[in-house]
């Protein structure tokens, strides 16, 4: 609450005491939160397992319930501490243990450190044996296994992870075969296309470990003389082609015969894959998977496969956990949760790194979690889509609006509707930024209907975007019945021409920044979403930031035709700030719809006009730009819908959150940093003005002058401008 600066003495001594992120107030007002919460969940849960015995239910994990709303501070601690109980219940440790090593032997090996076995062969050998588990298979690192046929482990309690020196590469595990020199031979056409001769399929070739730099797949001898760092197998012929990656630096003055041998230097490296089934797969409850790399598993030409290269095959009530691991050049998917003609499923994958699949006319997905009767419970935790959509034939990979860029990023989906997840979480979701990139932040889908966000079984929190949209899907903004937090979207292109998302959306959108660029795009509406007739969408925008910029003719709108088909939806406490040539407008409901405290720059008058407590900036703001203590930006008094409370921004917890946009500016009327503010931060401020000291340079103008004086003292007399 504020204060009056002509409150009584009690009050300016006594101060308003707000929690700080480094202030003790906090801390305890954390505390006394969280103590509340598991409380009142305790009692819930109480009564949830006596009323389910009574009447014979099956029970779902307190997990699932016993959470915080996903808008308190006391959210991300409860989810890391639901991170180490997951990792807890799956450890790495086993009673038994055997060690693998390329220096190792099957015939005279015992699994011991000193006397490893050596191949996967052997790995599938001994899991078939240790049917009850409690077994781990460790790879030394460093080593790279190269064999046709992956593991699966069906028992509990099995671990398969890597050892040895830390500071070596993990243990890599990959059917791509070494083809070296022998076979090939020059062609007239180029000194770096070559051939050799080959009947049987490939599947893929790579010449390096760059995931911006992957070979194309090319249909004819043409479209490959035109496409440097290209592959094309000639069937008919019985011939595999490759136009090498051209060596940069070549002097104009070197021969031919000179090129070919550097060529041939590169042609060293190339490396062939044939079709294959999955890679790495633990399915048992209590198992783990950790530090592995799979590269090349389940690429088979034309097929949407299911053989992916690291699973979580995981089922009902069953954990698994999948920590640092990662998986390139895949099937239409790269690391997943599958449960495939099943239900459930708890699966846990922390710092996972993926990318690179091959086409599905479905589109790509590069972590994915699919339950085909739902009910799964899947977290994918700091994890990166480090490359999307592999460049071939089947897409317009060199024509598409961002080059090369294709696929969802992170994907959870079940057989339908009536067969929602339990709950999904993409937290701290990240995406490279290369030429073949992903196209499509994450997405979930067939969640159950619900009207309240802390009910929401679907989130996706401190997800960071840059770059798209390519080809392929629209971007879900506001996810059926999900809530998308505090995430970074940054160089948002609408490529589509319409809209980023074509059907009705149902979600949140809390604490996001998104820049769109519409600057290079031909006159034409654009949207983030478009309401359907009959179908309206009902996204809920709270303190976040637009900041749009536009070419000549071109208007940008939140939904994309009539405004009644986004109907209810809300917008609060959000900075909408449009540059360029074109228009702008919120588009948003018409007299029932909840647009309040909202700032505006370069946004139509129509769009203020509806917003009875707006914020008119004389300024055009950028993304991250900082906030001054004078900002128009900081204070907004509307309240979010439903009396929801936001309690941090994208910095942590908040002291008030009355701001507009997705970040608070610094508490400068708590000018000592006590945690309090109080009497004591205006003597400071006075002290520090009299002396001229820059801390007192309040609006940060350079100098210390009277508008210093005038600002601090609103801020600090009235706290947000009641």
Not at 281 to 294: F, K, Q, T, W
Not at 533 to 556: C, D, E, K, Q
Request: aromatic content about 10%; charged content about 20%; overall charge negative.
């Amino acid at each position: 609450m504020s204060i009056s600066f002509v409150g009584s003495f009690t009050g300016l001594f006594a101060g308003r005491s707000r929690s700080r992120r480094a202030g003790e107030s906090h801390e305890r007002s954390l505390a006394r939160r969280t103590g509340d919460e598991r409380l009142r969940s305790g009692c819930w849960v109480a009564w949830r397992v006596l009323a389910a015995m009574a009447l014979g239910f099956a029970l779902t994990p307190l997990s699932a319930w016993a959470s915080p709303s996903p808008l308190s501070a006391s959210w991300r601690p409860w989810f890391e501490a639901l991170i180490a109980e997951r990792l807890a219940a799956c450890p790495r440790e086993r009673t038994t243990t055997f060690h693998f090593s390329q220096s190792g032997s099957d015939t005279t090996g015992d699994g011991t450190i000193e006397r490893p076995f050596r191949s996967l062969a052997q790995a599938r050998e001994l899991a078939s044996v240790y049917v009850d588990g409690d077994v781990a298979f460790l790879f030394k690192r460093g080593d790279v296994w190269r064999e046709t046929i992956g593991i699966w482990t069906r028992a509990p309690n099995v671990t398969i992870a890597d050892y040895g020196d830390a500071t070596l590469p993990k243990p890599v595990f990959t059917p791509f075969q070494q083809v070296g020199l022998e076979g090939w031979q020059p062609t007239l056409e180029n000194p770096f296309i070559w051939w050799r001769r080959e009947t049987e399929l490939v599947t893929w070739v790579r010449v390096s470990d760059d995931l911006n730099a992957p070979m194309s797949r090319e249909n004819t001898l043409e479209s490959l003389i035109r496409t440097e760092n290209s592959w094309q197998l000639d069937r008919v012929r019985g011939r595999l082609y490759v136009h090498l990656p051209h060596v940069r630096g070549v002097r104009e003055e070197t021969t031919e015969q000179e090129a070919r041998l550097r060529a041939r230097s590169i042609l060293e490296r190339v490396e062939i894959v044939r079709p294959t089934g999955a890679g790495i797969i633990a399915s048992g409850d209590g198992s783990r998977l950790e530090n592995l790399v799979a590269i090349g598993w389940g690429m088979q030409q034309n097929v949407p496969s299911q053989e992916h290269g690291i699973e979580a095959r995981c089922v009902d009530n069953d954990r698994v956990v999948v920590i640092g691991c990662e998986s390139y050049y895949g099937s239409s998917h790269a690391l997943v949760h599958l449960a495939a003609g099943a239900r459930g499923g708890v699966a846990t994958f922390v710092d996972c790194k993926a990318g690179l699949t091959m086409y599905n006319v479905a589109n790509e997905t590069i972590f994915n979690s699919f339950s085909l009767f739902g009910d799964q419970d899947v977290i994918f935790y700091g994890c990166e889509a480090v490359a999307g959509t592999l460049p071939s034939v089947e897409w317009n990979w060199r024509q598409s609006s961002v080059f090369g860029r294709r696929g969802k990023g992170f994907f959870a989906h079940t057989g339908g509707d009536d067969a929602p997840p339990r709950r999904v979480m993409f937290v701290d979701s990240r995406f490279g930024t290369g030429p073949f990139a992903c196209s499509t932040p994450s997405h979930i889908e067939d969640l159950p209907r619900v009207d309240r966000i802390e009910d929401a079984r679907g989130l996706i929190v401190g997800e960071w975007f840059v770059g798209g949209l390519g080809v392929g899907t629209n971007f879900p903004v506001a996810p059926r019945d999900a809530a998308r937090i505090n995430g970074r979207y940054l160089n948002m292109t609408l490529a589509r021409g319409t809209s980023l998302a074509s059907w009705d959306q149902r979600g949140w959108i809390v604490n996001c920044v998104f820049e769109i660029d519409l600057a290079n795009q031909n006159p034409a509406p654009f949207s983030l979403f478009n309401g359907l007739p009959g179908n309206t969408s009902l996204v809920n925008i709270w303190h976040s930031a637009f900041h749009v910029r536009t070419a000549p003719g071109v208007l940008f709108r939140f939904d994309y035709d009539e405004p009644a088909q986004s109907e209810g939806s809300s917008l609060v406490n959000t900075l909408l700030s449009h540059t360029g040539q074109g228009s702008a407008s919120v588009n948003l409901g018409t007299a029932t719809t909840r647009v309040r405290g909202n700032a505006y720059f370069g946004f139509d008058a129509g769009s203020s006009a509806a917003d009875p407590r707006a914020v008119l900036l004389n300024t055009a703001r950028g993304a991250g730009a900082p906030i001054g203590c004078t900002d128009q930006l900081v204070c907004a008094a509307a309240e979010i819908p439903g009396g929801a409370v936001l309690e941090f921004d994208q910095q942590g917890p908040v002291v008030e959150r009355r701001t507009i946009g997705a970040r608070e500016p610094a508490p400068c009327d708590d000018f000592d940093s006590s945690g309090v503010v109080d009497l004591f931060d205006y003597l400071g401020f006075v002290a520090a003005f009299a002396a001229d000291e820059p801390a007192a340079d309040f609006d940060g103008g350079g100098t210390v002058d009277f508008f210093d004086y005038l600002g601090f003292i609103q801020r600090w007399g009235s706290g947000c401008g009641e």
